[in-house]
């Protein structure tokens, strides 16, 4: 009788075993296994979440560093041409120093006569 008794409490204990309940205040493996796998979800969907936000990040991150680029490539062509029409200027200035004062005055008034005609 006590190896009967014996017996079905540990067919008992064996079955509860498999429960995803709780018995009283004992966490069977069948309820530990239950809150590891709901935690684990839980956690997956966290990650997932934030993946998902890091990647929009990084996209909106590598837009910007795109349009950085173009705009440098903007300022380096402007800056290009403002180079470009200084050496111009500068070669002007040179070939107006050698012309005489009589040829400037002819060249400043046919300037302002466009500049009226606009």
Do not use: K
């Not at 014996?6 to 008992?12: G, H, K, N, R």
């Not at 837009?63 to 300022?75: G, N, P």
């Not at 180079?83 to 500068?90: K, V």
């Amino acid at each position: 009788m006590r190896y009967a008794a014996l017996l079905l409490s540990a067919t008992v204990l064996l079955a509860a075993c498999r429960t995803t309940e709780p018995i009283w205040f004992v966490a069977t493996p069948g309820y530990v296994e239950t809150r590891i796998a709901a935690s684990e979800a839980a956690l997956r969907g966290d990650y997932d979440q934030r993946l998902a936000d890091l990647q929009r990040e990084l996209a909106e991150q590598r837009a910007v560093a795109e349009r950085l680029a173009t705009l440098s490539e903007l300022i380096e062509a402007v800056d290009a041409s403002n180079r470009e029409l200084r050496d111009l200027a500068d070669q002007v200035e040179e070939q107006l120093a050698g012309l005489p004062e009589e040829i400037l005055r002819e060249i400043i008034d046919a300037l302002r006569a466009h500049l009226d005609a606009r």
